[in-house]
């Protein structure tokens, strides 16, 4: 279905968050609130976006609500005819905001919790934020949104995966995404902590597998994956630069919100182009069109068009070069990292916590 | 209660997923279903077919119709494309 036009923007509006989830997938290196782009260099890439063919945009983060603009924001999107979501935590979503939302035309908005188990939650927040968000969900469902839960699942949660789903289904969620942490950001620097065994995925997938049944045609389950554990990469996006399009929060355009980890590339600011340059010109979102790239085994493999050779930026973060092959594949030579990375990941789960600014400290 | 059931027969009653829109896109100019992370192109006949799913028709009534736009039984057609939709859970029965 691609037609050499993007269909997706991820739209990180910020960087600043209430919460501290040590899963986070923004870089380490955050972007502070002075280097944030304004409400107009937004609309400006909003309406860029659609002129390219962007028809679904998601408002994140950060937590977006800690933009006061969000509402004009959502505003133009509405008149832009772009399917827009709210990806939030839900704190800071008061009845005003909500109300001011709602009327704006946004459609859908994903609240993330964090665990069935309130302690738990709260823990991984590293914040007591459980009140706030049952609050930002009724209000949800009161005022009529479409609704989606989203939960990164990893050890300290995934043994709960079926009664987390049991919460979703019991906050009236129309949608849950099930979400295996993906190593990128704060998730890769805390992964030993992160990372669940294959005993705890096994069981995962088959609650996950046994829920999509039992909830269908009431709440639609979309269960990303624990790609370490599988036998093949991800087929991010449908490929590098093929329908999805990442803008920071300082107007840095990325083909994928991990692709800040490939220091090898440089990535064109909105701010200094357009988007339709960035897109369709720029040599970061070239780099690995196409196959022509690719090295062995990927190169004659027969899943390249199943999968691309997996995720660029995960090549890089753990081999180095973005060209390799995605070393979660088993065909990979450099699997071993990915093994091992499993076999190491044991003991306590001891988290190094989201910040912004200066990390406190723990003993 | 909607129907547990994926597979669709001329008698279920198809109606867009709570979340799901149909949408003419200018840019592509070409008809879309939208719905969270999601987005189909749909080509002419798929677009005539959701244009006509509006919870109170049957699968039976909107297949007489466009069978009479086309001069031809869509009947099989029209169920299949629908059963695939319902499959991704973008369509409901009733």
């Not at chain 1, 933009?67 to 509405?78: K, Q, V």
């Not at chain 1, 979703?168 to 030993?192: I, K, P």
């Not at chain 2, 279903?33 to 987005?39: A, F, W």
Request: hydrophobic letters at 40%; proline letters at 5%.
């Amino acid at each position: 279905m691609t037609d050499n036009r993007p269909t997706t923007l991820l739209a990180e509006l910020t960087h600043r968050c209430p919460l501290h989830c040590p899963y986070c997938s923004n870089p380490l290196a955050l972007v502070g609130a002075d280097r944030e782009l304004t409400t107009d260099e937004w609309k400006r890439v909003f309406s860029e976006a659609r002129d390219l063919g962007v028809l679904q945009l998601g408002l994140s983060g950060g937590e977006p609500l800690v933009r006061r603009d969000l509402e004009p924001l959502a505003d133009h999107a509405h008149r832009l005819g772009l399917y827009t979501t709210l990806v939030t935590s839900g704190v800071g979503l008061t009845r005003r905001r909500a109300t001011a939302l709602r009327d704006a035309g946004l459609e859908h908005i994903q609240i993330s919790i964090q665990d069935s188990d309130t302690e738990t939650a709260d823990r991984i927040a590293g914040m007591r934020a459980v009140p706030q968000k049952e609050e930002a969900v009724a209000l949800v469902r009161e005022l009529g949104f479409a609704f989606s839960i989203n939960a990164v699942l990893h050890r300290a949660n995934l043994d709960r995966i079926g009664d987390i789903i049991d919460l979703a289904g019991s906050m009236g969620a129309d949608r849950l995404e099930l979400a295996n942490t993906q190593y990128y950001g704060w998730a890769l620097a805390n992964r030993t902590a992160l990372l669940p065994t294959a005993t705890q995925v096994a069981a995962a997938d088959a609650i996950a597998d046994e829920a999509k049944r039992r909830y269908r045609g009431r709440m639609q389950i979309v269960y990303v994956l624990p790609d370490y554990h599988e036998s093949y990469p991800k087929p991010c996006y449908g490929g590098w630069g093929q329908v999805y399009i990442v803008v920071a929060p300082d107007g840095q355009t990325l083909p994928c919100h991990g692709a800040t980890h490939i220091t090898t590339l440089r990535f064109d600011n909105v701010r200094d182009r357009s988007l339709d340059w960035i897109w369709s010109d720029s040599p970061a979102f070239q780099a690995f069109r196409g196959d022509e790239w690719m090295h062995e085994p990927c190169r004659s493999c027969a899943r390249k068009t199943i999968d691309f050779g997996g995720c660029r930026c995960q090549a890089f973060a753990l081999t180095g070069d973005a060209a390799n092959t995605d070393p979660v594949c088993t065909l990979a030579p450099l699997h071993g990292i990915i093994e091992q990375a499993v076999q190491e990941a044991t003991g306590p789960e001891e988290y190094r916590y989201r910040y912004l600014k200066l990390e406190p400290v723990r003993s | 209660m909607p129907n547990p059931e994926p597979g669709l027969t001329a008698s279920s009653v198809p109606s867009l997923w709570r979340l799901a829109r149909l949408e003419f896109d200018r840019v592509r100019q070409q008809n879309v279903l939208l719905y969270p992370e999601g987005v189909v192109l749909l080509n002419e006949t798929g677009a005539a077919i959701l244009e006509l799913c509006d919870g109170r028709r049957s699968i039976a009534t909107i297949a007489q119709i466009l069978g009479e736009r086309y001069q031809c039984d869509v009947i099989a057609d029209v169920t299949e494309y629908l059963s695939q939709l319902a499959e991704r859970e973008l369509i409901r029965d009733g």
